[in-house]
């Protein structure tokens, strides 16, 4: 006799987050449902492409996992973000690269290529679309929803801190890559 069960073996939930700035205020640190450190995002800083001779600093994020080590940093050149594993900047290390199409004070668009993607392809791997003021950000692949932000509200509570706020990454999706991509569309 077969018993019929009620709840599924291997659940697929959403996974929830909550980031906040960091309490010297240097970065941001996120931490899983149960409160518990996940990962850390240093504050930018400049470093000097030395590849090149050009003049204009690189600003860089970096993505460090609980136990400090860099998992992708998040680097700003030319109107663009490029993610590499680790610290490295180099092309054969680089995972995605992100393009601004929309920006403006109420809603921004960004759209994401995996670096196994022709970039010249009209086509991204993901768009990234909200108002990062309000730290609202939707992240879109093909026609399904992979992760989203919102503020934490609070009953009773008429002015709300955009220094906390929920990421909630849905079943299927990387989480890292995620926070990756969160990286560029709330850079500041």
Known sequence: METASFFPVDPQIPIDFK??????????????????????????????CSSSSAPNP??????????GNPLISVVYHNDEWHG?????????????????????????????????????????????????????CTIISGNSTVAQTSLLYKLRKIIYSRHKFRLTVYPGNDCVLVIAMLMAFFWK
């Open 84 to 136: 590499y594993r680790g610290n490295s900047q180099e092309l054969k290390d680089l995972i995605f690269t992100v393009r601004k199409i929309l920006y403006s004070p109420f809603e921004t668009e960004l759209h994401v290529f995996l670096s196994s993607t022709n970039i010249g392809d009209q086509k991204p791997c993901f768009r990234l679309k909200g108002n990062p003021f309000r730290r609202a």
């Open 19 to 48: 980031i906040r700035k960091s309490l010297t205020g240097h970065g941001l640190t996120v931490r899983d449902a149960q409160g518990s450190l996940a990962y850390r995002i240093c504050a930018p800083r400049r470093l000097r």
């Open 58 to 67: 690189r600003l860089t994020k970096t993505l460090f996992d609980a136990a």
